[in-house]
Nanobody, 121 residues
Framework: QVQLVESGGGLVQAGGSLRLSCAAS????????AGWFRQDTGKEREFIAAINWSDITTYYADSVKGRFTISRDNAKNTVYLQMNSLKPEDTAVYYCAADSKYSDMGSPDYWGQGTQVTVSL
């Protein structure tokens, strides 16, 4: 089992930045792919970004490409999502996720509880 706990959400004005963190515990997290999803009220959960275990391969949704950056520190068992140039449409609950296979990050096995990000005009 892998346990994931997100932090760093909050309220920010449009154009601002936030950095989300996802602290992992349990199995050898450094060998797991990780990623971020988000879900706004009344909408389906949306994939945002993924990173493989070695911090070499990343993938982003078009909606955040160039604005968000995913990274990880395996020594700290932590994955980050740096969010810049935030827009009101980025408002959502953001979820950290993990899976033993990078190719399965579209439907990962492990999820955090989520952290709210609200972007105001």
């Amino acid at each position: 089992q892998v346990q994931l706990v997100e932090s760093g959400g909050g309220l920010v004005q449009a154009g601002g930045s936030l950095r989300l963190s996802c602290a992992a515990s349990g199995r050898t997290f450094s060998r797991y792919a990780a990623g971020w999803f988000r879900q706004d009220t009344g909408k389906e959960r949306e994939f945002i970004a993924a990173i493989n275990w070695s911090d070499i391969t990343t993938y982003y949704a078009d909606s955040v490409k160039g604005r968000f950056t995913i990274s990880r520190d395996n020594a700290k068992n932590t994955v980050y999502l740096q969010m810049n140039s935030l827009k009101p449409e980025d408002t959502a609950v953001y979820y950290c996720a993990a899976d033993s296979k990078y190719s399965d990050m579209g439907s990962p096995d492990y999820w955090g509880q989520g952290t709210q990000v609200t972007v105001s005009l």
